[in-house]
């Protein structure tokens, strides 16, 4: 999370204070007090129709009462003008690179292809990013060294020798 929000220069303001903890609880114990007997009026005994009613009545009445109108109109989100946002919201692994210039990661092992940058990676902290389809790549600082399917099998070559 914290590399996350580096990547995207989000300030986390965490709410330590006892009051923002006191708000927070409360209004939890009011969803767990309320809504098992709102359920349970409704003759709601089973997870599809439970999430049904609280997407369709629950939500909307609790908005109706507690919803505030905003101070100014219009958004405040802007625009990512960025690189790719798969190789930013996946998971990231470091690794140091094996004297066969290889990366282990879980049960795989990674071999970095040849390239014009460098003869070798061997002892070099790299990423791993496994994606939400589980196809994984390797990163050297911002360069992307290869991509490799699930099972470790290597589907693109990113960076070509010199000729």
Known sequence: MRLFCTHFSIEMIAAYSPEARGRSERAFGTHQGRLPLELAAAGITDMGAANRYLREVYMPAFNAEFACPAQEEGSAFVPWIGGDLGDILCEQHERTVGHDNCVRFEKLILQ????????????????????????????????????????????????????
């Not at 389809?133 to 070509?160: C, Q, S, V, W």
């Open 112 to 163: 970095i292809p040849a390239d014009r940058h460098r003869c070798h990676y061997v002892k070099a902290k790299v990423r791993v990013h496994r994606y939400a389809d589980g196809n994984l790549a390797i990163f050297h600082g911002p360069r992307k060294l290869a991509d490799y399917n699930r099972e470790g099998k290597m589907l693109t070559h990113n960076l070509k020798l010199a000729a």
